[in-house]
């Protein structure tokens, strides 16, 4: 009998050309994203060495990082970000890579782009050198990101050189209640396990409540997998993902599809496999959350109020969690729904998608964003703000005194000029809250999008599930 495998088993067997004795194995890589950030040295290094992409039909690279929101026709303000994004443009041009560039309707967050075109397709082996690739864990793919010097690797051999992870099995049952999402999923997952949690696995996701969600919701859960320690994510392909990918420009057709289909169908854990670690959750039990700190792993139900360092009995914890806190300038015991917010920002891979927008559009309905608070959309790609333009979504956000912007990574790491003041706060639908990641000594609070909507019309973070229908 040939033993019971998890589905990380099955993509890395599939994908295996070489294994040493000390473990080291060669992956062959099946996509390869790329972005302006992290391929510069990368190309400089193939050219350097007289070497080719090795097949460039695998590869797509896209700008996001640093391109500004605004208008593009105007020129764009950064010289720095203009030199990268020229040299990505020249990168992909000499070495024969398609390239969706700032004004390509097709431009977007390279990890919601992906999916959107069927690049990114079940079992597959997807690599970029973004962490946050984790996402495209969400269709069944072992997707995880590299540093530069692999990216260069990847582009001149289409392997990678990889040691294998450990297997966690995260299962969510339970139905979520009304207004609790798969971001509050994520969140809670990350308070579970904290931020190293994951650390040396492949998480897979299972159970009632992730077979429930849309691809949206999984691409969600699998793009936090890196903020909980864990390289890569996985969800097993179900008729929920065979729907997404059917029709997209680069999926299989005709027969080519009905075979991946078969394919595909296997992918999943085998009755048995084992885990090195079990971790179950109750979704019927989750709450809308917000962080309080500058780590993920600091969350609260909207219910709760700003923990006590105090009460922590290890020594470093206890003091980096009161730094947090002086950073945030928050109080043990302030209630969360008593905490204003300055800013708000819906967009990023982690939530910039179409259904995103509706869950915030829903919420706003013909409200007003609260005076003093200023609060963007950023579409996670073009696509999606065609969609969104086409569902009047757009015409609800800027109707209530959003900004609606062009896509792109934005006000997720302000690489641009989408960055927060010193000391603003902002409720963000992004995945990461460190010190000054969306602006020098910004204060970030992750959050879904439904609860960033609500916060920027009642100027303060709210329980969503007592918002009132609009
Ligand atoms: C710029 C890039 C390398 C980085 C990442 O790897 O994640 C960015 O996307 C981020 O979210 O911090
Ligand atoms: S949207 Fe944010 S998390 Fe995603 S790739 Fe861009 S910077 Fe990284």
Redesign the pocket.
Known sequence: MTKARTLYDKIWDDHLVDMQDDGTGLLYIDRHLVHEVTSPQAFEGLRMTGRTVRQPSKTLAVV??NVPTTDRSLPNPDPQSVTQIEALAENTREFGIEYYDAYDKRQG???IVGPEQGFTLPGMTIVCG???TSTHGAFGALAHGIGTSEVEHVLATQTLIQKKAKNMLVQVDGVLPEGVTAKDIILAIIGEIGTAGGTGYVIEYAGEAIRSLSMEGRMTICNMSIEGGARAGLIAPDDTTFEYIEGRPKAPKGEAWDMAVEYWKSLHTDEGAHFDKVITLNAADLPPIVTWGSSPEDVISVTGTVPNPDDIPEENTRKSKWRALEYMDLKPGTKMVDIPVDRVFI????N?RIEDFRAAAEVIGDRKVHDGVSAMVVPGSGLVKAQAEAEGLDKIFKDAGFEWREPG?SM??A?NADKLKPGERCAST???NFEGRQGFKGRTHLVSPAMAAAAAIAGHFVDIREWPKA
Do not use: I, Q
């Open positions: 996001d990082h967050v390279v990890h973004d962490s946050h967009g990023s891979c982690t910039g990574c997720c790491l690489m992004s995945n990461r």
